[in-house]
T-cell receptor
Framework: NAGVTQTPKFRILKIGQSMTLQCAQDMNHNYMYWYRQDPGMGLKLIYYSVGAGITDKGEVPNGYNVSRSTTEDFPLRLELAAPSQTSVYFC?????????????FGDGTRLSIL | AQRVTQPEKLLSVFKGAPVELKCNYS??????LFWYVQYSRQRLQLLLRHISRESIKGFTADLNKGETSFHLKKPFAQEEDSAMYYC???????????FGTGTRLLVSP
């Protein structure tokens, strides 16, 4: 059981480039989330999804897009990379049928925009 | 609005000393609170949740609704406790966690 899998683990982008951060979970969880973790700033919610076909904005959605075509996958898209998006990105998931189930996290993707 | 405040960025103690990592929250509903830990080069993981009233790795945390606090405590710190600790509040309506900014605990020999 792999849990939450994120790829890639590291990436360097040039300003203006685009990329997709992949997230997959094999636990059949309904809820999935993307967070970014900036140094000394804790985690902030970018986007979340309560099920396939349903997504919503979190605290810091600008510059990002998401889609949820399947229960398993929740990719995060950066269309025009900016230096402010240099961060560590975490994907997480939670099942719907356990009201207070904490979220399961992936290992993270460290992204640098130069 | 929900908010979680961890006032200390860094807490440095000696091995064997007591530890208290502070967490205060603001939330209009009934709070569900958690402590997460991130050891060096490892993924974020749940340490404990207040509804379980459990002790994990010697850590405990009591929810104090009067003081809106959920401080994490351990009577005798160990070097392996050195890590980043995050307090988190669950928005039960949307299953979203709101994180504090974290406290780095450094336990010296």
């Amino acid at each position: 059981n792999a849990g939450v899998t994120q790829t890639p683990k590291f990436r360097i982008l040039k300003i203006g480039q685009s990329m997709t951060l992949q997230c997959a979970q094999d636990m059949n969880h309904n809820y999935m989330y993307w967070y970014r973790q900036d140094p000394g700033m804790g985690l902030k919610l970018i986007y979340y999804s309560v099920g396939a076909g349903i997504t919503d904005k979190g605290e810091v959605p600008n510059g990002y897009n998401v889609s949820r075509s399947t229960t398993e996958d929740f990719p995060l898209r950066l269309e025009l990379a900016a230096p402010s998006q240099t961060s560590v990105y975490f994907c997480a998931s939670t099942p719907r049928d356990r009201a207070y189930q904490p979220q399961h996290f992936g290992d993270g993707t460290r992204l640098s925009i130069l | 609005a929900q908010r979680v405040t961890q006032p200390e960025k860094l807490l440095s103690v000696f091995k064997g000393a007591p530890v208290e990592l502070k967490c205060n929250y603001s939330y209009s509903g009934s709070p569900e609170l958690f402590w997460y830990v991130q050891y060096s080069r490892q993924r974020l993981q749940l340490l404990l949740r207040h509804i379980s009233r459990e002790s994990i790795k010697g850590f405990t945390a009591d929810l104090n609704k009067g003081e809106t606090s959920f401080h994490l405590k351990k009577p005798f710190a160990q070097e392996e406790d050195s890590a980043m600790y995050y307090c988190a509040l669950l928005n039960t309506g949307f299953q979203k966690l709101v994180f504090g900014t974290g406290t780095r605990l450094l336990v010296s020999p």
